[in-house]
């Protein structure tokens, strides 16, 4: 009775990440907003207060960045909002899950 024995070998994944190289700082401009809390529990942003700026000049948000730079390597959106001032309340969903309530309702 010979026991074949198991491959143990561990597994490769190959799962490339696809993100922000650890390297870059993860410094980014940020905004100050001001938006719409809706039923789905979204809040969608109609006004921005504030902008803080990274001060990079790899930013395209900032005022550092020089405007003929062509680099696809400079951020090109913000990051999180540093503030979110809830102005109006709704009980209804928001735009994007209206979409989805809706198309799911029509067949
Ligand atoms: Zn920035
Ligand atoms: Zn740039
Ligand atoms: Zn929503």
Known sequence: MARSQFDNSPVSTNSSRTGVPPSL?????????????????????????????????TCTKSVRHPSNCRSSECAIYYGPARSETITHRTNEFCEHCDYWFKGSRVR
């Open 25 to 57: 700082p993860t410094a980014m401009c940020n905004l100050e907003t001001e938006g719409i809390k809706y039923g789905c529990g979204h809040y969608v942003a109609t006004r921005t207060v504030n902008k803080i700026d990274c001060m990079r000049p």
